[in-house]
């Protein structure tokens, strides 16, 4: 009997270290199937429609090969929507952790009232970006808007803010800046609190000044959540869209143009959906390469300890 006993659990342990090791990737499979489904397939389907020309209408496909990509490459309205692009990535990051920064440093006390200042900054993170959009489409126009009402208080000109090609990108980056800075400025609120008291406590008995705490204590403990906001900021100022749908549609002259927009307008209003997802695909390999590159250069200065 005890050498069936013993067979018995002997067949049985396979089973159960099999079901172990099984059960991480059951966990993960609804995500997997999600992400295939609505990721790889159509980034695999981008790519093979880059090197088609269909006009997203007819079931004929014409196979250019790499001309939308050699069309896009000479194409200076396409540049110049690349360099538009840079333009607000640069801006928006830059603001969301300057500000993010600053914003948490005033905020980092355990009180009623910086509690509900934190309520107040996080905001309009959870406010709709359409409506966002629209209020601030009203605040910057030109003939009834509410800056160029105060502008003019002050015995001011108004301001183009959406229809001067100069400044109209930088206008759109402080519309972003202002929806997003709340949500960074948490991040960052978070990384303070994680920082050991002690620390502080010990540069305080040393007579430390506050200036030497934040560049030699806070902003190296810092690094970890500088290097995430970073990385994220960046792809998501470069998957902008319904700011420049809804207050410029890319103009005036293509100035406010950036490369989402761009492919939603070739792809959706002029039909052209290989020159479309070629462009899709160079912003995926842009992305990718500007990821590779901010990891290789800030991730040896992270501080994680």
Do not use: C
Not at 6 to 22: C, G
Not at 223 to 240: L, N, R
Request: aromatic content about 16%; overall charge positive.
């Amino acid at each position: 009997m005890n050498v069936a006993i013993k067979k018995k659990q002997s067949t049985q342990e396979p089973i159960a270290q099999t079901r172990k090791k099984a059960n991480p990737y059951l966990m993960i499979a609804p995500a997997m199937v999600v992400f295939i489904l609505f990721s790889f397939i159509p980034i695999l389907y981008m790519i093979y429609l880059s090197f088609h020309d269909w006009n997203f209408i007819s079931p004929d496909m014409n196979f250019v090969g790499l001309n939308n990509f050699k069309h896009l490459l000479a194409d200076p309205r396409f540049a110049q929507t690349m360099r538009n692009t840079f333009l607000y990535t640069v801006l928006t990051v830059v603001g969301f952790i300057i500000l993010g920064l600053l914003i948490a440093l005033a905020l980092n006390k355990n009180t009623k009232v910086h509690s509900f200042m934190q309520s107040v900054v996080f905001a309009p993170h959870i406010i709709s970006l359409v409506s966002i959009s629209m209020l601030w489409l009203w605040l910057m126009d030109y003939d009834y808007g509410l800056f160029n009402y105060l502008l003019g208080k002050i015995g001011a000109g108004p301001v183009s803010f959406l229809t001067n090609p100069d400044i109209v990108m930088y206008s759109l980056a402080a519309v972003s800046i202002w929806k997003g800075v709340g949500y960074y400025s948490l991040i960052f609120l978070s990384g303070l609190q994680a920082i050991p008291d002690d620390i502080y406590e010990a540069a305080a008995l040393d007579n430390t000044p506050w200036h030497r705490k934040l560049f030699k204590i806070t902003l190296p403990m810092l690094s970890p959540t500088v290097f995430f906001i970073g990385i994220t900021s960046i792809i998501a100022s470069f998957k902008v869209f319904e700011t420049i749908s809804i207050m410029t549609q890319g103009g005036p002259m293509n100035a406010s143009n950036t490369i989402v927009y761009y492919i939603y307008e070739t792809g959706f209003k002029f039909f052209n959906m290989g020159l479309s997802s070629a462009a899709g695909v160079i912003l995926f390999v842009v992305i990718a390469i500007l990821t590779f590159i901010y990891f290789k250069l800030m991730a040896k200065k992270v501080y994680y300890n």
